[in-house]
């Protein structure tokens, strides 16, 4: 699911940048679940592999 949603040539790092913020923005909330921990992990470890 996500690898064809950041796959795709539309999406520019700016926009990688600002999921990549409100992902750890997220993950500074102590009240958000494992579920959410997980899933903001993972968006923000996609996007770091994007950009190496």
Do not use: G, M, T, V
Request: negative net charge; hydrophobic residues 30%; without cysteine.
């Amino acid at each position: 699911l996500l690898d064809n949603f950041f796959n795709s040539s539309e999406f520019q790092s700016e926009e990688l940048n600002k999921l990549k913020q409100n992902a750890e923005k997220k993950l500074s909330n102590k009240e958000i679940s494992d579920d959410e921990i997980y899933l903001n992990n993972q968006i923000i470890d996609q996007i770091n592999n994007l950009k190496s």
